[in-house]
């Protein structure tokens, strides 16, 4: 499966922004799609995953609570909802998907699983 992500963009701290992953095909049950991203100088950090089973999620400690990640079976998109962003939101933030054998296989943070990469969006949050 082939993963767009779009939505990005520069915005003032405190906004909120909202990215999309597009699928290039209908996704199946059994994928887990994840939003990372990447600042200038940093390594590549979780931020949130979906399975697109069930609607579960997981998300990183450094955007729960501000961030929701959601998935849309009609459009066969995932969307990361960002709330009071910071400046250090800033980024180039990627989805990602990964396939797995097993309806409810847990949720994971390691970037290692995640098979299928996107383009990344980039996102600038001026203080």
């Known amino acids: 499966v082939q993963l767009q992500a779009s939505g990005g963009g520069l915005v003032r701290t405190g906004d909120s922004l909202t990215l999309s992953c597009a699928a290039s095909?209908?996704?199946?049950?059994?994928?887990?799609v994840g939003w990372f991203r990447q600042a200038p100088g940093k390594e590549r950090e979780f931020v949130a995953a979906?399975?697109?089973?069930?609607?579960?999620?997981l998300y990183g400690s450094s955007v729960e609570g501000r961030f929701t990640i959601s998935r849309d079976n009609a459009e066969n998109t995932v969307y990361l909802q960002m709330g009071s962003l910071k400046p250090e939101d800033t980024a180039l933030y990627y989805c990602?998907?990964?396939?797995?054998?097993?309806?409810?296989?847990?949720?994971?943070?390691?970037?290692?699983?995640?098979?299928?990469w996107g383009q990344g969006t980039l996102v600038t949050v001026s203080s």
């Open positions: 990602a998907g990964r396939s797995t054998l097993s309806l409810r296989l847990t949720l994971e943070k390691d970037i290692n699983v995640y098979r299928y």
């Open positions: 095909r209908r996704t199946s049950s059994k994928l887990h």
């Open positions: 979906v399975r697109w089973y069930d609607g579960g999620t």
